[in-house]
């Protein structure tokens, strides 16, 4: 299995890495997911933890860069399908410290696969989230994050599941920023 889910998370792309949208009709959705305007995302860069540089890298495992650069890597341990940092603000610097679960308690990123089956991610002390400790998700697959009965999700299907790729501090390959609580 540990080897499957290395091969799988070495194949992933970063060719389907897509914005946080509004619903197309600009109404409700349903609760399916909260709307997201420019203005979400017209934010300074700040590292809202104030916890950041050479202690986060290490203990941390370096929340805010691209997991995979690394975890594709060689011996390197605890590769998954789905790795990634959650922050509470749009523009937060590599190496900051995100929303950890301790500090936002009930946050979640729920992914669900082409065969609609559900994974829901924790992060940890860091804001870092990766997995799922059991289960192979079929690609592609839609994610979204979920806080205090809300929800944002991302609208378009994807297919790399190092989060942090695309989820830049200023966002890269079509993504806003970063992944954000709602």
């Not at 897509?18 to 979400?40: K, L, M, N, Q, R």
């Not at 610097?93 to 009930?106: E, F, K, Q, T």
């Not at 990123?109 to 860091?126: E, H, R, W, Y």
């Amino acid at each position: 299995m540990r080897a499957h889910l290395s091969t799988l998370a070495a194949s992933l792309t970063l060719a389907a890495c897509g914005a946080i949208a509004e619903p197309a009709d600009g109404g409700d959705d349903g609760g399916v997911a909260d709307a997201v305007s420019s203005a979400d995302y017209n934010t300074p860069t700040v590292c809202t933890s104030g916890q950041g540089g050479p202690t986060a890298n290490v203990a941390a495992m370096r929340p805010g860069e691209a997991c995979l650069s690394c975890h594709s890597l060689g011996p390197v341990q605890g590769t998954y399908p789905f790795m990634g940092t959650i922050y509470p603000t749009a523009h937060e610097p590599n190496d900051c410290v995100g929303a950890s679960s301790v500090a936002y308690p009930g946050v979640q990123v729920i992914v669900t696969d082409a065969q609609g089956k559900t994974f829901a991610l924790t992060p940890n002390a860091s804001g870092n989230f990766y997995g799922p400790l059991s289960g192979v998700p079929v690609m592609p697959y839609r994610a979204k994050v979920t806080y205090q009965g809300r929800e944002l999700a991302m609208l378009s299907p994807e297919t790399s599941g190092d989060c942090n790729a695309c989820h830049t501090e200023q966002g890269t390959n079509g993504a806003p920023g970063r992944v954000v609580l709602p």
